[in-house]
C-alpha cells in the first residue's frame, strides 16, 4: 500500500473502509471522548501502554485519516493537525523551544510567521535572526551557541522565492538542530522538502490542501531523521516532568517529536483540529493534484501575459525564464510554481488600490489557495503592520500586487485584469 502513487494516496491513504462500517467517504467522529472498556484499559491508554482515543483534543479517529494521509504524500513517520497553520507553527515552536532558545529563519515569511517570531515570542524569551536565504552561508553566520532551529519557507509568501532547501540543509546539519519548512505555497503536489534534508514540514491546510477556502487547519509532519539525542535538546533525552518522567527519545525514538507534539502539545496548548474541519479538508485534498495542476498553468499564463500589459512595470512569478528563481524552480518545482503571481504597476501605491478595487472575478481578500481567484494589496493590508523596512525584507513593496490564481477560464481572469487595469 505505501508503494502507492501520489494521486492514490490522496483518495485512499490511512482509510480502512472495513473498520469504518463501509463508509466510502471518510466519516466525521464528531465526539468529544471515547468509552474505555474498564479502568485498567483507561490506565493504559493513559500511560501510553496501549495505544487508543481518549479526548478529541489529543486524537479522532477522523483527524487520525487525515493525518496518515498528509504523512504519506509528504515523505514524513507521522503527523499531527491542528487548527490552523498559525497553530501548526506555534506548537511546532513551543514544543521545541525554551525561553533563552534562539530561531534562524529566512526573512521572506508569510506576514504573521514573521510576527509569531519578532514580536510574540521575544515576549517569552525566544528570538530570532532573519536572514536572506539566498545565500545559505547566511544561516551559519547567523548561528549562536542557543540556536534550536531553523524555520523557512519553501516558496516565500509574497516574495515569491525558491529556496535552495538541500544546501541550505546541508549547512543546518553542521549546527545540528532541525530544518522546519512551511511547504503552504508549494504544497507535496509541487514538491517534497523531506527529499532534500527537511526534518518537519509545516502546511496551512486553509490553503490549497483544502482548497475550496471553506476550512481553517494546518498540519505538522515529522520526518523522523532527526537525532535528538545529539546534546541540544535535553527536552527529548531528559525525564520530562510534563508525562510522569517519560524521556521521549528513549521510549519513542525516532516518534520522539511528533509524539511529544500531540501528548504534550496538543494537550497543553489545545490546538486541536475540529474533526467536522478535517472531513472537509479532506473532500478538499482528494483533488489536490488536478487542481495544482490547472492553478500552475493558469498562474503561468496569467503571468506571461500581465508582463506585456503597459499598465504593469514588473512580474513576478517563478516560473517566467526572466526570472531570478528560475533556476531554483527548475530544480525544486518543475512540475509547476503553484498559483501566486505579483506583481507592480505604474503609479506605485495608490495605482495598485486602485486595481485590487476594480476586479470582479478576483475577490479583494486575505488569503491564497482558494479555488477562487483572490487579489489582494499587502502594503495596506496583511503587512500594514510591519515598519517599511521590514515591509521590504518580506518582499513586499509599495506597488505589490498579490493574485492567488484560481481555476477560472483563462481567458475571463485575462478581461477582468484588463479592465481593472485600465482604471490606472
Ligand atoms: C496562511 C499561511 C499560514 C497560516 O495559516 P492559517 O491557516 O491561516 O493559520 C502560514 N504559512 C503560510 C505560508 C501561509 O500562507
Known amino acids: 500500500m505505501s508503494n502507492q502513487k501520489f494521486a492514490t494516496k490522496l483518495l485512499h491513504h490511512g482509510h480502512d473502509v472495513k473498520s469504518n462500517s463501509g463508509t466510502r467517504a471518510v466519516p466525521i467522529y464528531q465526539s468529544t471522548a471515547y468509552v474505555f472498556n474498564d479502568s485498567d484499559h483507561a490506565a493504559n491508554l493513559f500511560s501510553l501502554a496501549e495505544p487508543g482515543n481518549i479526548y478529541t483534543r489529543i486524537n479522532n479517529p477522523t483527524n487520525d485519516i487525515l493525518e496518515q494521509r498528509l504523512a504519506s504524500i509528504e515523505g514524513g513517520i507521522a503527523a499531527v493537525v491542528t487548527a490552523s497553520g498559525a497553530s501548526a507553527i506555534a506548537t511546532t515552536l513551543l514544543t521545541l523551544l525554551r525561553s533563552g532558545d534562539h530561531i534562524i529563519a529566512s526573512n521572506s515569511l508569510y506576514g504573521g510567521t514573521y510576527n509569531l517570531l519578532s514580536v510574540t515570542l521575544p515576549r517569552h524569551g525566544i528570538t530570532t535572526t ?21 524555520f523557512i519557507e519553501s516558496l516565500g509568501n509574497p516574495k515569491l522565492d525558491v529556496l535552495d532547501i538541500e544546501e541550505i540543509s546541508k549547512k543546518i546539519k553542521e549546527l545540528k538542530i532541525p530544518l522546519i519548512v512551511d511547504n503552504t505555497v508549494a504544497t507535496p503536489a509541487l514538491l517534497n522538502p523531506i527529499k532534500y534534508g527537511a526534518n518537519i514540514i509545516i502546511h ?25 539525542e545529539n546534546g541540544k535538546f535535553p527536552e527529548f533525552t531528559e525525564p520530562s516532568p510534563g508525562y510522569h518522567g517519560l524521556v521521549y527519545s528513549e521510549v519513542l525514538g525516532e516518534s520522539a517529536f511528533i509524539a511529544k507534539v500531540r501528548i504534550e502539545g496538543l494537550r497543553d ?20 493534484k488536478i487542481r495544482m495542476n490547472l492553478h500552475c498553468s493558469n498562474a503561468l499564463e496569467l503571468a506571461k501575459w500581465l508582463e506585456q500589459n503597459p499598465k504593469v512595470r514588473w512580474v513576478n512569478y517563478p516560473g517566467l525564464s526572466s526570472n531570478s528563481q528560475y533556476l531554483n524552480a527548475k ?28 476586479t470582479k472575478l478576483f475577490s479583494l481578500l486575505a488569503n491564497i489557495g482558494d479555488t477562487k481567484s483572490l487579489i489582494i494589496h499587502p502594503a495596506s493590508t496583511t503587512h500594514q503592520q510591519l515598519s517599511e523596512e521590514d515591509q521590504i ?31 490606472i
Open 331 to 358: 530544480k525544486y518545482l518543475p512540475d509547476g510554481q503553484s498559483g501566486l503571481v505579483t506583481f507592480g504597476v505604474i503609479g506605485g501605491y495608490e495605482s495598485a488600490k486602485k486595481v485590487v478595487d476594480s
Open 393 to 423: 525584507k518580506t518582499g513586499v513593496s509599495k506597488d505589490l500586487i498579490r493574485l492567488s490564481v484560481g481555476l477560472e477560464s483563462i481567458y475571463d481572469l485575462k478581461e477582468d485584469l484588463r479592465e481593472a487595469l485600465n482604471y
Open 204 to 228: 496551512s491546510l486553509t490553503k490549497y490542501i483544502n482548497g475550496n477556502g471553506t476550512a481553517l487547519g494546518g498540519v505538522i509532519i515529522d520526518a523522523g531523521k532527526f537525532d535528538w
Open 269 to 288: 496548548y489545545g490546538s486541536a483540529l475540529s474533526p467536522f474541519n478535517a472531513f472537509q479538508i479532506i473532500q478538499g485534498m482528494e483533488t489536490l
Open 130 to 150: 532573519f536572514v536572506d536565504p539566498s545565500d545559505p552561508n547566511n544561516f551559519i553566520e547567523a548561528a549562536k551557541e542557543n540556536t534550536k532551529v531553523c
